[in-house]
DNA sequence: TTCCTCATTTGACATATATCAATTTCGATA
DNA sequence: TATCGAAATTGATATATGTCAAATGAGGAA
């Protein structure tokens, strides 16, 4: 791994308390590679031999069943992804593929847990993570049951707009037809929901999306702290 | 705590491994109360003073927002719930009633985190048990995104089937208008998609179920180890 | 038992969302 | 710039699900 990587996973939450002689060990087990758009990395259901951490593009986990697919979540640099399947040693629950050129680290599942053991302060990080990640996923649980997908893209475009510096204007992180698929619906859905905020002063060209009445926009969404705030 | 339920709460997983110094030490801190049913024990947004045992009775995890309601999980006894937000010292995500009459462990959640950094066993059964939490809800949101509400419902049935011991007959473990809410439907859909499952030879008689043609039920409902096993 | 309350079921209807087919738009690349 | 292929949009329609009101049924209390 590269040492502008190296010390930028070691920033990341999950590593950035352990020690230096198990990070280091860590990191020497690993490995880094490229891959193309549009490359499966991981298939649900295989076993987790793998922690992986996404250093460069972006990646998306997504799930399928009885031929269906579903978009679960993006993962962009720096992060890791299904950290659960690798502490529990159980088979993923979910595929993933990167949506562009990426550069993917592979840290195997065997050392995870191994220094895991060893190291309290990985430890606590760990779980502190996998408190967030569930925490996350229990929040989008709660959007999915408790709102309509008007709602749920409107909440999608003011969590957006916060992360992107907060101006009015801003720009879609994914392709329209994935974020349909992330929040639970159809491509043409999707583009019938974005003519239905026009009403609440979205417009919307391509992949900019400008939000002209913040508070029209809020007062239809009503964002809450417990679906919405990605950061607790 | 009574010996029997000290006993009981010891045999589970995220308590069976620490060293008894440490588990005399959360339950020494802890309160064993009883509630009656329908008393609410946490609401959503408050902050996580305590974790929570569920001795007996049955305790009934739901989210609301905008007005609107929706049962999450059914917790029984011997059971935790909400270490997620105990762990992260956050606010809880899910509000918390008694079904019944039910006796209920409080063990504060600083004491959990501080015990929690003293016993590495319990550490690893902490993250053990978050990272089972964590899949319980992907496989949820799974469900809720990649069928429709009659194949929810069929999925269902299939697990509390095997749940009951795998005989062709067994009781609903709640009530239907909370199940439909559990499933992300309507009570009358629900009924709607109890007739509909007649078709694959579901039979319904108040809370008693038969499943009179299972071939035909697993066929409809394509069982999926990756969505309905929740042993892993 | 009888009554009362509340869950459940049913029917009619409204709304939300998906599907299918046909354009249109966009973006990569020759 | 021109072209090609995929993405996005649109319209028409089908299906799924929700809502409302009424009827039925089950369980507890007197």
Redesign the pocket.
Known sequence: MSESHFSDVRALNLFNLMQDENFDALMRGSYVLNFPPQTELIREGDSSDFLHIVLSGAVELFASWNG?ESSMATVRPISTFILAATIKDAPYLMSARTLEKSRIALIPSQDVRAIFDEDPYFARSIVSELAFCYRTVVKNAKGLKLR???ERLANFLLRQQIRSGGGSEFVLPI??????SFL????????????GLRGYGVL????KITISDQDDLEKFAKPDRLIDDHFS
Request: glycine residues 8%.
């Open positions: 269906r309509t997908s008007l392709e329209k037809r994935r974020l349909a639970g619906m159809t491509p043409e859905n999707l583009s019938r929901a974005f003519k919307v060209s391509g992949s």
